[in-house]
């Protein structure tokens, strides 16, 4: 079993685990692995270990890795479901609405009708989380809890889009269950807006919280993805600016 395979195990072990000490069931909660600066290689470890689901912060990084695992395993490449959990640029978003089947990170009008605008035809609709900046950090991406509710009604009726729930990046805090309070209020968020009998909701479903660090917490509040990066792949080593 290679590394990534062991680690990927660990992980799932640890849902399972959280899974249970909450009272949910292991199925309630899916595993979002993070594969932003790690090569094709890397994804095709894990793909092979079972893993079929990645997120990626840099779309040009991402749609050269996806380019690479589709030459080297076609017909496991194919399987894969790529979430795009980074900030997208205006000149990004063709790329973003090619080649992912979600997006975590959705604060801007302006950016979901373009997206919908730019999803090719042959494609099923681009799978959206509204982004919530829960702990109000001033330089964090993401609307304030109070303005999401709005924001999906705007973006409810676009065509080639498809909402399906909330995602935040809280700072870091010291303790489980000050972890879980603040994961809970972004879990009061996506219940707020699936009792809101909006039209447009009928797959509102997910709750994308909780990371390698505070994963355990996050399914005690309520995340249906966890997303885990050096869990699975190990420390990042960022280029140089």
Same mark, same amino acid.
């Given at each position: 079993?290679?590394?990534?395979?062991?680690?990927?195990?660990?992980?799932?072990?640890?849902?399972?685990?959280?899974?249970?000490?909450? $009272?949910?069931?292991?199925?309630?909660?899916?595993?979002?692995?993070?594969?932003?600066?790690?090569?094709?290689?890397?994804?095709?470890?894990?793909?092979?270990?079972?893993?079929?689901?990645?997120?990626?912060?840099?779309?040009?990084?991402?749609?050269?890795?996806?380019?690479?695992?589709?030459?080297?395993?076609?017909?496991?490449?194919?399987?894969?479901?790529?979430?795009?959990?980074?900030?997208?640029?205006?000149?990004?978003?063709?790329?973003?609405?090619?080649?992912?089947?979600?997006?975590?990170?959705?604060?801007?009008?302006?950016?979901?009708?373009?997206?919908?605008?730019?999803?090719?035809?042959?494609?099923?609709?681009?799978?959206?989380?509204?982004?919530?900046?829960?702990?109000?950090?001033?330089?964090?991406?993401?609307?304030?809890?109070?303005?999401?509710?709005?924001?999906?009604?705007?973006?409810?009726?676009?065509?080639?889009?498809?909402?399906?729930?909330?995602?935040?990046?809280?700072?870091?805090?010291?303790?489980?269950?000050?972890?879980?309070?603040?994961?809970?209020?972004?879990?009061?968020?996506?219940?707020?807006?699936?009792?809101?009998?909006?039209?447009?909701?009928?797959?509102?479903?997910?709750?994308?919280?909780?990371?390698?660090?505070?994963?355990?917490?996050?399914?005690?509040?309520?995340?249906?993805?966890?997303?885990? $990066?050096?869990?699975?792949?190990?420390?990042?080593?960022?280029?140089?600016?």
């Amino acid at each position: 079993m290679t590394t990534i395979a062991s680690q990927l195990q660990q992980v799932n072990a640890r849902i399972a685990a959280a899974c249970a000490q909450a $009272g949910r069931s292991a199925d309630s909660v899916a595993l979002l692995a993070v594969s932003k600066t790690f090569g094709a290689d890397a994804v095709l470890q894990a793909a092979q270990a079972g893993q079929r689901a990645f997120g990626e912060n840099y779309i040009q990084e991402a749609a050269d890795k996806m380019a690479q695992l589709r030459a080297l395993a076609p017909a496991l490449a194919a399987q894969l479901q790529w979430h795009c959990i980074g900030p997208i640029q205006s000149n990004k978003t063709r790329l973003v609405a090619a080649h992912f089947d979600w997006v975590h990170t959705m604060d801007r009008l302006k950016t979901a009708q373009r997206l919908s605008d730019q999803r090719p035809d042959g494609l099923a609709p681009l799978q959206l989380c509204i982004q919530v900046n829960v702990d109000g950090g001033a330089t964090k991406s993401g609307v304030a809890p109070g303005d999401a509710l709005a924001l999906v009604q705007a973006i409810a009726g676009l065509p080639r889009l498809q909402l399906r729930g909330v995602m935040s990046i809280p700072d870091p805090v010291e303790g489980f269950d000050a972890q879980v309070a603040l994961h809970r209020r972004v879990r009061a968020v996506f219940d707020a807006v699936a009792a809101s009998g909006l039209p447009g909701l009928q797959r509102w479903d997910t709750v994308s919280l909780g990371m390698t660090a505070d994963l355990e917490a996050a399914v005690a509040a309520g995340s249906t993805l966890v997303r885990v $990066g050096s869990g699975i792949f190990g420390a990042r080593s960022y280029p140089a600016a």
